[in-house]
């Protein structure tokens, strides 16, 4: 998960929890200051209407509370804190939503006072604790929004910093601030431009020694044949064409961290015919072609059929009864062989110069520019063994 996801997470959950409790504090406000406030205007109540028929002193209480008149027939939607029936009349305290002000009713006979209180200082108190609460909440989405544009560079330098790993050595970040971010940016980059120029070295180094050795090779190919002893010619033949396959496999595995993918799309049948287009077999019937079902495949045609030309070269290098089975289903294509199961884990086999047995021709390279080519795909390749079989399976889903 990444830090963002993580930050809005925890937003989330410290929302959440102020507003719960900025609503839990407001509901325990407002009923202790209802029940206060009730309280008190229920003795002015009362004393008004134990006085009401001196109308002298009803309007003396009425001045003296600084209460105001209000029409009886305001018939707004109130909220009825406390109501009293007397023999011959009432008392109801009521209180207006959204409003600092309650309404005091009280009737005796044909007498009626409908009076508006005073605004309460305990309830502006509890207004300004609700402001601060929201209050609160505002910074805390402040605090989040600025955390979020503190970390938007880090979106930059991962992609950045992934472009690099797959072969962009030319990728660098563009961001000039003078926080951490910023260092991190020039340090990246020192160490890109570091790394792009020890990766040119060895590819021109490479090259070079590439270039150099099919020189002395081909020539030597070219003085085998004035050698009359066959068996001295034959044993030579085959050092030259081994450091020659050597050189080319090196080469390839090299190109491999360097070179950019040509992506496009293609079926499974095409990619097994251009792999076996580049594969030398001795008979037709050797491999055995199962096409179940034949999907799409987005990826750089000839990297790939170099990995299934390699699988299928050690297929038929290792294989203990022929014919070998190449096989194409639900997004995966199996290239299976008989014989014995592998002695070492399947990774051990995809480092370079690592092969089952000494005595097997090749340098144990195929299944490392297998990997390679695979990995820099974001394809899988996995390995089982079962009834006999050797099943190697690349998964393009």
């Given at each position: 998960m990444s830090i963002i996801k993580k930050i809005s997470i925890l937003f989330l959950i410290s929302f959440t929890l102020m507003s719960i409790i900025g609503f839990w504090i407001d509901t325990i406000n407002s009923k202790r200051i209802d029940d206060l406030i009730k309280d008190k205007y229920l003795k002015i109540s009362n004393e008004i209407f134990q006085n009401i028929d001196n109308?002298?002193?009803?309007?003396?209480?009425?001045?003296?509370y600084d209460l105001k008149r209000?029409?009886?027939?305001?018939?707004?939607?109130?909220?009825?804190?406390?109501?009293?029936?007397?023999?011959?009349?009432?008392?109801?305290?009521?209180?207006?939503?959204?409003?600092?002000?309650?309404?005091?009713?009280?009737?005796?006979?044909?007498?009626?006072?409908?009076?508006?209180?005073?605004?309460?200082?305990?309830?502006?108190?509890?207004?300004?604790?609700?402001?601060l609460i929201f209050l609160d909440i505002i910074v805390l989405f402040l605090i989040f929004l600025y955390l979020l544009k503190l970390l938007s560079p880090l979106k930059k330098i991962t992609k950045k910093i992934e472009n690099f790993s797959s072969g962009n050595f030319n990728s660098r970040i563009d961001i000039v601030s003078n926080d951490e971010m910023g260092t991190l940016s020039k340090a990246f980059n020192?160490?890109?431009?570091?790394?792009?120029?020890?990766?040119?070295?060895?590819?021109?180094?490479?090259?070079?020694?590439?270039?150099?050795?099919?020189?002395?090779?081909?020539?030597?190919?070219?003085?085998?044949?004035?050698?009359?002893?066959?068996?001295?010619?034959?044993?030579?033949?085959?050092?030259?064409?081994?450091?020659?396959?050597?050189?080319?496999?090196?080469?390839?595995?090299?190109?491999?961290?360097?070179?950019?993918?040509n992506i496009s799309t293609f079926s499974a049948e095409t990619l097994i015919t251009e792999a076996l287009s580049k594969l030398y077999i001795e008979k037709e019937s050797n491999i055995t072609l199962?096409?179940?079902?034949?999907?799409?495949?987005?990826?750089?045609?000839?990297?790939?059929?170099?990995?299934?030309?390699?699988?299928?070269?050690?297929?038929?290098?290792?294989?203990?009864?022929?014919?070998?089975?190449?096989?194409?289903?639900?997004?995966?294509?199996?290239?299976?062989?008989?014989?014995?199961?592998?002695?070492?884990?399947?990774?051990?086999?995809?480092?370079?110069?690592?092969?089952?047995?000494?005595?097997?021709?090749?340098?144990?390279?195929?299944?490392?520019?297998?990997?390679?080519?695979?990995?820099?795909?974001n394809f899988s390749l996995s390995y089982f063994h079962k009834n006999e079989e050797n099943i190697f399976c690349l998964d393009f889903s």
């Open positions: 109308k002298d002193r009803v309007e003396s209480l009425i001045n003296k209000v029409d009886a027939q305001d018939k707004k939607n109130r909220e009825l804190l406390y109501y009293e029936k007397h023999t011959f009349g009432f008392i109801s305290i009521k209180k207006a939503s959204f409003e600092d002000e309650f309404i005091i009713e009280i009737n005796f006979l044909d007498e009626n006072y409908t009076l508006k209180t005073p605004d309460e200082e305990n309830i502006n108190d509890k207004l300004k604790l609700n402001a020192t160490m890109a431009a570091s790394l792009e120029g020890l990766i040119k070295s060895r590819e021109e180094l490479l090259r070079d020694i590439g270039h150099e050795l099919r020189t002395p090779i081909a020539k030597g190919k070219f003085l085998i044949q004035k050698i009359e002893d066959s068996e001295q010619k034959e044993l030579l033949e085959k050092i030259f064409s081994d450091l020659e396959v050597l050189t080319s496999e090196l080469i390839e595995l090299e190109k491999l961290n360097s070179t950019e993918l199962l096409i179940e079902e034949d999907f799409k495949i987005d990826a750089d045609l000839h990297y790939l059929s170099i990995a299934i030309k390699n699988l299928l070269d050690n297929a038929l290098k290792y294989a203990t009864e022929l014919p070998i089975t190449i096989r194409a289903s639900k997004q995966k294509l199996y290239v299976i062989n008989r014989g014995k199961k592998l002695s070492k884990e399947f990774e051990y086999y995809l480092e370079p110069f690592t092969q089952e047995l000494s005595q097997r021709d090749g340098f144990g390279l195929g299944l490392s520019i297998v990997s390679k080519i695979i990995n820099k795909h």
